[in-house]
């Protein structure tokens, strides 16, 4: 595989329920993001991780955790989300890590996530 | 606060009708402003990266420029292949601002 893999691309979940996002990597970069894309609505940064460190946590609510066990590994675990939490979930990665905004992002196909 | 706005929210044009999308933006420092595009069900991916007002970059029939307050992602003679999202993103201080994207549909 190449590029940025995420999965599983659908998703349905219950405000109850507990489920993760996953996202991989192929390209040797250093950071890895998580992005909200919801209709209408431009992009919006969740969190950075540069060389598996968090760098950015864009006060983003507590159920979503996200963890990042190496470069080349990112999940975002879910737990009693609200129906506005529906969205298209897209991560990303850049080559280099540092400041968020320098950085041409490669992204993966995304994860749409629906809250019942 | 940075501001981007991108113009129109949605473009219809037939094959070989050149046009232009806008991006305007306020920010207190540009330190650089990229273009991606989205097809649907998928990610963005990145077009171009425009540092200084007068640079313009160039990719098949995508031609984008900038000046101090927006940039123009001009489209010549385009196909149906380039119907996507083009999205606009402002680099400012350490973050990345997006703007909500025009949608560009060509009709063969």
């Known amino acids: 595989e190449t590029g940025v893999t995420q999965t599983p691309r659908h998703l349905v979940m219950g405000m109850t329920n507990k489920k993760s996002l996953k996202c991989e990597q192929h390209l040797g970069h250093n950071a890895m993001y998580w992005y909200k894309q919801s209709a209408k609505k431009p992009l919006e940064l969740m969190f950075v991780y540069n060389f598996k460190e968090q760098t950015e946590n864009n006060s983003v609510p507590s159920r979503f955790s996200p963890e990042c066990p190496n470069s080349s590994h990112l999940f975002l675990h879910l737990h009693t989300l609200q129906p506005e939490d529906s969205a298209l979930y897209l991560c990303a990665s850049s080559q280099q890590g540092g400041a968020s905004g320098a950085n041409v992002l490669t992204f993966g196909a995304g994860s749409r996530l629906t809250v019942l | ?108």
């Open chain 2, 1 to 108: 606060e940075d501001q981007v706005t991108q113009s129109p929210e949605a473009l219809r044009l037939q094959e070989g009708e050149s046009s232009s999308l806008n991006c305007s933006y306020t920010v207190s420092g540009l330190r650089g402003l990229f273009w991606y595009r989205q097809d649907p069900g998928k990610g963005p991916e990145f077009l171009f990266t425009l540092y200084s007002a007068g640079e313009e970059k160039e990719k098949e029939r995508l031609k984008a420029t900038l000046t101090k307050k927006e940039s123009f992602l001009h489209i010549t003679a385009p196909k149906p292949e380039d119907s996507a999202t083009y999205l606009c993103a402002v680099h400012s201080g350490s973050r990345l601002t997006f703007g909500e994207g025009t949608q560009l549909t060509v009709n063969p």
